[in-house]
């Protein structure tokens, strides 16, 4: 079973900034390409960043180009989600996942083609 656990959210101010982390358990963990997802109230699950195992090949919701950063370190089976600039609307419960299957944009945009996904850490951003 591969397990999956965020941490780094909290409360901060307009024009801050937070990183986010993902603790993956496994050996096998850079061979899956790992995505970022947020969901706020009364919204459906959007995808905000996804990396692959390389870390060559990435995406990103067109809000959050040029403020977030997704990377990995596959040595500490961990990845992150730098997000910087951060405006009210970026509130929400975010969460890390992960398919055993090669990165292909054929999937890797839809929350619905994850198979494994941490609990959750929620970010607050206040005006």
């Known amino acids: 079973q591969v397990q999956l656990v965020e941490s780094g959210g909290g409360l901060v101010q307009a024009g801050g900034s937070l990183r986010l982390s993902c603790a993956a358990s496994?050996?096998?963990?850079?061979?899956?390409?790992m995505g970022w997802f947020r969901q706020a109230p009364g919204k459906e699950r959007e995808t905000v960043a996804v990396?692959?195992?390389?870390?060559?090949?990435?995406y990103y919701a067109d809000s959050v180009k040029g403020r977030f950063t997704i990377s990995r370190d596959n040595a500490e089976n961990t990845a992150f989600l730098q997000m910087n600039s951060l405006k009210p609307e970026d509130t929400a419960v975010y969460y890390c996942?992960?398919?055993?299957?090669?990165?292909?944009?054929?999937?890797?945009?839809?929350?619905?083609?994850?198979?494994?996904w941490g609990q959750g850490t929620q970010v607050t951003v206040s005006s």
């Open positions: 496994g050996r096998t963990f850079s061979s899956y390409p």
């Open positions: 990396i692959n195992w390389r870390g060559d090949s990435t």
């Open positions: 996942a992960t398919k055993r299957a090669p990165y292909g944009r054929s999937w890797v945009r839809d929350a619905r083609s994850y198979e494994y």
